[in-house]
């Protein structure tokens, strides 16, 4: 194993351990959690610039579960340097910007400032998710630390405790956790064909050769699926906007650095695989088509400002989507420089919309207007922002469009027109936003009085907003993080080298972006032309959209278990026949699946000897068969204990004279014992219960039960019996043993002193039942 | 044999089932212990390596019946009577608080208890008032 002083266990360690520091630090005194957990994560980001300075990717592997090949394999390659800066360097300024924000929401709120801890670990969990999650290699880490971070969204979307608030923490973790075994399914489905859970040793073994077979290509599908769902794509886009009843840091977490960008990541890592598959490439084209155009015409109509950015999320993450779909060196490598472009200029925004409803009071677009001005610095720091999404040149935004449109350009003229389109909306949503806080005029009403916004509440959108630009002015870094991520990706042999510069020339990608920039401002200017077209758009997809379907199938697995639940506690018996039948279907699902045929069932051969136990067999059955037509209560504790005693002769003849005496001990003692309690109630009480006939319906009904539940019983006894025994029982051990324990029955020696625990175990059970029986009949005594 | 042994443990399961859904309580009592009993012979022949009685002194040579599994039902054997004394004590106890031990009249005098607990809950004091002197 690699010495711990490298960048992989370090940057885990130092990630893991930022959520406690922050917490213990919190415990201490609340103020001082932000600095600790927020220093935490600069270290991080530090020890992530280290590791990409690297020339081999360091790796750190340890094993967890050997005996089911289950490794804790992590590596800080191309591809996890991207997404863990992004997650640590951005968590680090929210952290900074929650230091200030969220005490004020809480003092909004009227809750305690201490709850500001919570919220601050939650955040760092989150970041530490996500920095396992891309490092990690195994596919079972990978889903352990997907699930994680599902677990600390729903604490961070819920932060707020409202109705609002919860209900969106609950569909959004309901939508990415659902969508998360799906995941899981994939994930074993690869196992089962090529026998590991280590990702690169199954893209070795699936080759270069496109996927073999449908099983593959599904597997595949269900992983996209999972991720797409955790970028918020249509159809299951409709959580993220709910999850804008969050406060706004985690919006600007989750939304633009985060969890949208956990769902792209995992595309990314199983795109060697995905890539190999033309159907898969177009799912992705389509999907991500799709959300582009959703969410950039639903963030037209949109009023509230962070609903306007949680709609243009969905769609940049469409053109991420659709970057991976079409594919191709300039495809894979445009779509990792689109996530870091977009992460870092979508924070700033969300962070300015925080920033201008602190101050401004209200979160409408029309009810702000004008701020420029009077937020001189805040403007020009989310201009750059603005200008980033928007691909001004200039700004770090420029090239992720070049790059698109160069993918597009590659693959056809459909896509150069859609890329145009949707590059084009961008610019219309973005400058309807900003436009609308710092330069237009209100509509309604004017916003008289500003709040002062403290300084954190600024810089750290300046921070954003500069790299934004020093992107744009030096291109070369961040082109050669998102090459090498792209290596990774696309599972290349020869280094990915995509480039990026200024062309003063009419190459087809400048000529597509003039043509975006134009088709936008045309669009801005014209907006009261549009508005009622696009408003109906979005009215369509709240009527008949997935959400409608969402809700709707919640409400209707809610009655569903509710009418279960109504017919379960009805009495004892729909209580037993809801344990019982579920149970069968499990049973008679299993043995489907495990194929019985393959054992074929034995009827094992009956010897001279076998004689007396089938003997006594027959005897049970008769017995037991009786026991369901004794009409009287004596009749039918005579014939249970006739059960009891061939079933104790059939134990005797089966060479278990131990098991054999004490059921006749036992059964002796509950003959006695039933007769007893038969005694101790009245005639009439039996009488009653007696007479009352069973309706024949309920009598059939039971009795079809019966054969079913007997029928099953037999396939599955019969199955198993039928498996010869592989392997050989401890028991030989323990009759070799026997003399040395000073004994001579072996079963006695077992329960006395191999297994004397279990034995005293079984004792307390009986000790306790007593203690039950001596309490229900003393006060049943007493009255 | 081993088709004879999974026709038992079926039709003892098979019985128990059948018995557990009849409205008399002591019938249900009889149907867990005809379940348990099918469990037993259950294990009984799934570790059924025919032989010598595993007491010592065993000849040489011979094979003997696996001793674990005989340990393992003699304890579930015990455990179960315990279950099933625990169960017939509670019917007992069924029939002193209810005087029935018809599933039917139980659930039904359940119903009672809820809905007069509603009423009680409705009218609140006049009831506790009315019960009070």
């Not at chain 1, 103020?31 to 990409?52: D, E, K, R, S, Y």
């Not at chain 1, 906007?241 to 960008?261: D, F, K």
């Not at chain 1, 054999?660 to 039996?686: D, G, K, N, S, Y």
């Not at chain 2, 039917?104 to 359940?110: I, K, P, Q, V």
Request: glycine share 10%; hydrophobic share 55%; proline share 4%.
């Amino acid at each position: 194993m690699a010495s711990l002083f490298s960048p992989a266990p370090l940057l885990l360690l130092v990630a893991l351990l930022a959520p406690l520091a922050a917490f213990a630090g919190g415990r201490i005194r609340p103020g001082l959690a932000a600095p600790v957990g927020g220093g935490m994560a600069l270290v991080a980001f530090a020890i992530t610039i280290w590791g990409a300075a690297l020339s081999d990717p360091d790796r750190v592997s340890v094993t967890w579960a050997g005996s089911w090949d289950l490794r804790f394999t992590f590596v800080l390659d191309g591809l996890a340097v991207v997404f863990a800066l992004l997650a640590t360097g951005i968590g680090a300024l929210v952290t900074a910007y929650s230091a200030r924000y969220i005490p004020l929401h809480l003092h909004h709120e009227h809750r305690d400032e201490r709850d500001v801890v919570p919220f601050l670990f939650y955040l760092l969990l989150f970041m530490a998710a996500m920095v396992g999650l891309v490092m990690a290699q195994d596919t079972i880490a990978l889903f352990l630390f997907w699930d994680l971070t599902a677990v600390a969204s729903f604490f961070l979307i819920g932060y707020d405790r409202n109705a609002r608030s919860v209900q969106a923490a609950l569909t959004a973790i309901v939508i990415t956790g659902v969508t998360a075994i799906l995941i899981l399914i994939g994930v074993i489905m690869l196992h089962d064909r090529y026998g590991s859970w280590d990702l690169p040793t199954i893209i070795a073994a699936v080759g270069e050769d496109g996927l073999p077979g449908g099983t593959i290509t599904l597997a595949v599908a269900l992983i996209l699926a999972g991720g797409l769902a955790k970028s918020a794509q249509v159809p299951f886009h409709f959580w993220l906007p709910q999850a804008m009843a969050a406060p706004t840091p985690v919006s600007s977490y989750l939304h633009s650095a985060a969890m949208v960008a956990a769902g792209v990541f995992l595309v990314g890592r199983f795109y060697p695989l995905a890539e190999q598959s033309d159907l898969l490439l177009w799912a992705l084209r389509v999907v991500g088509l799709a959300s582009m155009v959703v969410g950039g015409l639903v963030a037209l109509t949109r009023r509230h400002l962070k609903q306007i950015l949680a709609w243009s999320t969905i769609s940049q993450y469409g053109y991420v989507v659709l970057l991976f779909g079409l594919g191709g060196d300039y495809g894979v490598a445009g779509a990792c420089f689109y996530v870091m472009a977009h992460g870092l200029a979508k924070c700033a925004l969300f962070l300015t919309a925080g920033s201008v409803i602190e101050a401004a009071g209200t979160s409408y677009l029309d009810e702000v207007g004008g701020l420029a001005r009077r937020l001189p610095l805040l403007a020009v720091a989310s201009l750059a922002a603005a200008a980033t999404i928007v691909a001004l040149p200039l700004t770090l935004g420029f090239f992720k469009d070049e790059l698109f449109f160069a993918a597009a350009v590659e693959t056809g003229p459909f896509w150069v027109a859609a890329s145009v389109g949707g590059a084009a909306l961008t610019f219309a949503y973005i400058g309807r936003f900003w436009l609308g806080i710092f330069i237009r005029h209100p509509e309604r009403g004017r916003t008289a009085q500003l709040h002062p916004l403290s300084g954190l509440l600024v810089w750290p959108i300046v921070v954003l907003g500069a790299l934004g630009v020093a992107g744009g002015l030096f291109p070369g870094p961040i082109t050669g993080l998102a090459n090498e991520a792209a290596t990774v990706a696309r599972n290349a042999t020869a280094a990915i080298d995509v480039e990026t510069a200024y062309h003063l020339d009419t190459r087809p990608e400048n000529l597509m972006a003039l043509a975006a920039w134009a088709i936008g401002i045309v669009l801005i200017v014209s907006e009261r032309l549009w508005q009622p077209a696009v408003r109906a758009f979005s009215r369509l997809g709240d009527i008949a959209g997935p959400e409608r379907i969402y809700d709707g199938t919640l409400d209707r697995l809610n009655h569903w278990s509710d009418f279960v639940r109504q017919f379960e506690v009805r009495d004892l018996r729909s209580r037993v026949a809801s344990i019982l039948a579920p149970a069968g279907v499990l049973v008679a699902i299993g043995l489907i699946a495990s194929d019985p045929t393959n054992n074929a069932f034995r009827v094992g051969s009956v010897s001279g000897g076998d004689l007396l136990p089938l003997l006594m067999m027959i005897a049970t059955v008769i017995a037991a068969l009786t026991s369901t037509l004794a009409r009287d209560h004596f009749a039918l504790a005579l014939v249970l204990s006739g059960v009891g005693f061939s079933l104790a002769c059939v134990y005797a003849f089966s060479d278990a004279p131990n098991v054999a005496l004490v059921a006749v001990l036992i059964e002796t003692v509950f003959t006695v014992l039933f007769i007893a309690t038969l005694v101790l109630l009245p005639r009439w009480v039996l009488r009653d219960v007696n007479q009352e006939p069973d309706d024949h319906d309920h009598n059939g009904r039971d009795a079809f039960i019966g054969v079913i539940a007997g029928l099953l019983a037999l396939l599955v006894v019969w199955s198993t019996l039928s498996q010869s025994s592989v392997f050989t029982s401890v028991g030989d051990e323990f009759v070799a043993q026997t003399p040395d324990a000073h004994g001579g029955n072996v079963v006695s020696v077992i329960l006395a002193d191999f297994r004397g625990l279990d034995t005293l175990g079984e004792i307390t059970v009986i000790g306790i039942a007593l203690l039950g029986i001596a309490g229900l009949l003393y006060r049943g005594r007493l009255r | 044999m081993t088709l004879a042994y999974s026709l038992a443990v079926a039709i003892l399961f098979g019985t128990g089932a059948y018995m557990l859904l009849k409205h008399d309580l002591i019938r249900v009592a009889a149907g867990v212990v005809l379940v348990s009993n099918a469990a037993n012979l259950f294990i009984i022949a799934a570790g059924l390596s025919r032989g010598v009685v595993p007491i010592l002194p065993i000849p040489g040579g011979e094979r003997v019946a696996d001793p674990v599994v005989q340990a393992l039902v003699l304890t579930a054997i015990v455990i179960s009577f315990g279950v099933t004394a625990l169960l017939l004590s509670l019917i007992y106890r069924v029939y002193t608080t209810h005087l029935s031990l018809d599933l039917d009249d139980l659930s039904e005098a359940d119903e009672r208890d809820e809905s007069e607990q509603e009423l009680a809950q409705l009218t609140g004091r006049n009831v506790s008032r009315r019960a009070a002197p």
